[in-house]
């Protein structure tokens, strides 16, 4: 594998695209409803790679039938994830201190905390909200109600 095949398939995995994705999609609702999109861009663009990263660092035992090329580079993109997640997070605390919208913070760790618990166990109760029959529409409300 050359190495810009290499680089666009770590792009791709790592959800840099659909990082960009959500952040068009915050910008079109914005325009639709004329508010300015340029305050939460940042916010859902890191967000959503805090998110999905953070998501991945925690190994899904059906990972390796749905989506094998993802899990055969897991172990080298784990680094990269990590990374990531880091910066992604210092980005929405900056951003929320920049933009002086402090009442976001315990938005955010809500927010995070709720979203590692769909692909792992909840604690105590040992069930995935990814199994339960609600999982197709758990994602779109919460994305719905974060625009």
């Known amino acids: 594998m050359t190495l810009l095949a ?9 959800e ?19 508010l300015p999109w340029l305050p939460s861009a940042p ?5 959503y ?5 953070c998501d ?3 190994r899904d035992p059906s990972d390796q039938v749905n989506t094998p090329s993802r899990s055969f580079m897991e172990s080298k993109l784990r ?11 210092s980005v929405m605390v900056t951003w929320i201190l ?25 604690p105590l109760l040992g069930i995935r909200l990814k199994n339960g029959r609600l999982k197709t529409l758990i994602v779109p409300a919460v994305i719905t109600t974060v625009l």
């Open 98 to 122: 920049l933009t002086c919208r402090m009442f976001l913070f315990p938005v955010l760790v809500v927010a995070a905390g709720l979203s590692q618990i769909y692909s792992r166990p909840i």
């Open 79 to 89: 680094p990269f994830r990590i990374a990531l997640a880091i910066v992604a997070g």
């Open 56 to 58: 991945r660092l925690y």
């Open 16 to 34: 840099l695209l659909g990082a960009c994705a959500i952040t068009t999609l915050g910008w079109a609702g914005c325009r639709v409803l004329e």
């Open 49 to 53: 790679l805090f998110v999905y990263n």
């Open 43 to 47: 916010l859902w663009f890191a967000g």
């Open 6 to 14: 290499s680089l666009l398939i770590s792009i791709y995995f790592l």
